[in-house]
């Protein structure tokens, strides 16, 4: 069996969709160590998982792109810090790499760093991607503000104008920074960043048709085994078998990103509707006397429970916690305020798997009516839960990962 070494960005959306594939290779035998952020160490060593912290100078960069004011702004802003980590997270690995000395890596596709120095190590490696890849593709839209599939000659034309547009934008950032850092750890710089997503031998897509756009161009190296959800072990709330009336989620992000108003207008909007609001704010925080009767706003509650008893989830648009609703066949209203969000939206609109808000016309009266449109379209939900099932989940992403080990050993 195989000594596996898995590295995450500092953040918990990045780090829970990786923890199933985790276990699912210690349940084949494999031993499994892991540097991730600070906070959830412990949770991480009570699964039997030997956790460290990664480097504390990569948590001190926190995100900025809440400031931008379009969407490209946004992207921009998330880019730089994680190209700003990525100065931290390459030497960081090669320290765990030295401690460690695994068979196998695993890395956090945010963590461009460690993703030039899993490659240097030169042994069996993969990279896993929790959110919408930014690939360029001539089946799906440009990467981005969220558009639209493309309809007739109109939208595609649109696409062939935009796609190098926006993911040029992007490119300027990433590719000098990266290729200096492959520069320190002996490797060729890259053509562009569309290369940086073809290094590693196998990237874990982790969604799956029909949430992610078909394409018939995608590259060798992309596997889709769908969403990996997992929340920290926890009891389920006693609270709640209290109500009978159909519960409404809400969530916000786990890196702050001032998408507090997301919650303060769903209880809002949904103080008089015949529902049991459960607010969870990793990062934002919201005063005792915005909340309703029917509510409660907490910082975290195990979130699988509740998906078992929701009509809807009310998300910030996070792939995390919407994939986790619509793995369940639980409908989503997403209201994106930046990063990923835009696209994640547009996929649930696409998919009949909800509804769609953008943040800048969030209103009470609004985001009320698209809860209730949400709520009609459990039907679209189920079938994108459907398509989750038959990409194989953690059980399809070991065995891909193992397919890697053949040929080294």
């Given at each position: 069996m195989a000594k596996v070494l898995a590295y995450t960005s500092p953040a918990r959306g990045h780090l829970f969709p990786v923890v199933p594939i985790l276990s699912e290779l210690q349940a084949?035998?494999?031993d499994v160590a892991l540097r991730t952020l600070a906070s959830q160490v412990e949770t991480m060593r009570g699964l039997g998982v030997d956790a460290q912290p990664v480097d504390p100078a990569i948590e001190a960069i926190g995100h900025d792109d809440y400031l931008a004011r379009t969407p490209i702004g946004s992207n921009?802003?998330?880019?730089?810090?994680?190209?700003?980590r990525a100065v931290h997270d390459a030497p960081d690995l090669r320290r765990a790499i030295d401690a460690e000395r695994p068979d196998a890596l695993l890395v956090d596709v945010n963590a461009f760093g460690a993703i030039?120095?899993?490659e240097a190590w030169g042994g069996p490696w993969a990279v896993w991607c929790p959110y919408p890849l930014p690939l360029p593709s001539?089946?799906?839209?440009?990467f981005g503000?969220?558009?639209k599939p493309a309809r007739g000659p109109v939208g595609r034309a649109r696409d062939a104008a935009l796609r190098p547009l926006l993911f040029k934008t992007l490119e300027r950032i990433v590719t000098p920074r990266v290729n200096e850092i492959r520069e320190g750890v002996g490797l060729a710089p890259l053509s562009g960043a569309e290369a940086l997503f073809a290094a590693p031998p196998l990237l874990l897509y982790l969604t799956a048709e029909?949430?992610?756009?078909p394409r018939g161009d995608w590259p060798a190296n992309v596997r889709m085994v769908g969403p990996c959800a997992w929340d920290p072990p926890a009891d389920p709330p006693a609270w709640l078998d209290e109500s009978d009336e159909p519960l409404v989620l809400v969530t916000t992000s786990s890196e702050f990103q001032d998408d507090g108003r997301l919650a303060r207008t769903a209880l809002e909007a949904l103080a008089d509707e015949p529902v049991h609001v459960v607010a969870t704010l990793p990062s934002a925080r919201i005063g005792p006397g915005e909340v309703p009767p029917n509510a409660r706003?907490?910082?975290?509650?195990?979130?699988?429970?509740l998906l078992e008893r929701a009509a809807c989830v009310l998300t910030h648009g996070g792939m995390g916690a919407t994939q986790k609703a619509l793995a369940r066949g639980v409908p989503v209203c997403a209201v994106p305020f930046g990063r990923d969000q835009l696209e994640v939206a547009r996929r649930v609109e696409v998919a009949g798997a909800g509804s769609r808000l953008p943040a800048q016309r969030l209103r009470a009266d609004r985001l009320r009516a698209k809860a209730r449109e949400a709520i009609g379209r459990r039907a679209g939900a189920q079938r994108v839960a459907a398509g989750f099932?038959?990409?194989g989940g953690p059980p399809a992403a070991a065995a891909a990962f193992e397919a890697l080990l053949a040929p080294a050993r």
């Open positions: 084949r035998g494999h921009r802003r998330s880019v730089r810090a994680f190209c700003a030039a120095a899993a001539r089946d799906a839209p440009p503000p969220g558009l029909p949430f992610e756009y706003v907490l910082e975290f509650v195990p979130h699988a429970p099932e038959a990409a």
